[in-house]
């Protein structure tokens, strides 16, 4: 079966660093998502990455290694707005998306 | 403003009772998509659309239609709730196509309890 696993929550300080890991096992790969979700609010998308690597953008960057069925978000600089559900999401072979049932991020000031 | 309405925003109804979740989308995307999140499991995908005129079952389709009459609009039906069909719904659309990222834009969400 297809299945994504990250970390159910994790708890970091304002102004710090916090790497969020995904592991997946997939029919085929077809890209990695991340995406940010509020308490009571939709999903909106944060990266992309298709290539083996670092994707930088802005406070944000995410990470891929398609070898070991690996993806982390790293969030720099953590403001106490971070403070929500991170969601992995793979694409498989069928471009279908498969979604982990996300990270909850608790910042402390 | 751009993006995807969903209404009602919660609804609480009686099993056995039909229901339509209602969904438009004003960006012109070819792809839409019905989505159910409950507590501690990932989205699951219960219908998709392409395009216009066309639809496909996803995961979890049991107990629910679709329709995909034009590009906008993309109602789901529970026919005859149950119980277990509690939980928030999102609709979802892109730009479809395999290239590239294919972002998906989420509506806000119908939040449906069955009793």
């Known amino acids: 079966g297809q299945n994504i696993d990250q970390p159910t929550e994790m708890t970091a300080t304002e102004g710090a660093i916090v790497q969020i890991n995904c592991t997946y096992q997939t029919s085929g790969f077809n890209g990695l998502f991340w995406y940010q979700q509020h308490a009571g609010e939709a999903p909106t998308f944060l990266s992309y990455n298709v290539l083996d690597g670092l994707e930088e953008k802005g406070r944000f960057s995410s990470f891929l290694s398609r070898s070991k069925g690996y993806s982390y978000l790293l969030l720099k600089e953590l403001q106490m707005k971070d403070s929500a559900s991170y969601l992995c999401a793979v694409r498989d072979s069928n471009y279908q998306l498969i979604w982990g049932a996300g990270t909850k991020l608790i910042i402390k000031p | 403003i751009a993006g995807i309405t969903q209404a009602p925003t919660s609804q609480i109804l009686a099993a056995g009772r039909r229901m339509t979740l209602r969904c438009t989308q004003d960006?012109?995307?070819?792809?839409m998509y019905w989505y159910r999140q409950d507590l501690g499991l990932g989205l699951r995908l219960i219908h998709y659309?392409?395009?216009?005129?066309?639809?496909g079952k996803g995961e979890v389709p049991d107990g629910y239609s679709v329709s995909r009459a034009n590009t906008d609009d993309f109602p789901l039906t529970l026919a005859s709730a149950v119980p277990s069909q509690t939980s928030v719904y999102f609709c979802?659309?892109?730009?479809?196509?395999?290239?590239?990222?294919?972002?998906?834009?989420f509506g806000a969400g119908s939040r449906l309890t069955v009793l």
């Open positions: 979802a659309s892109s730009d479809s196509g395999h290239s590239g990222a294919n972002v998906l834009t």
């Open positions: 960006m012109r995307h070819n792809a």
């Open positions: 659309s392409n395009t216009a005129g066309t639809t």
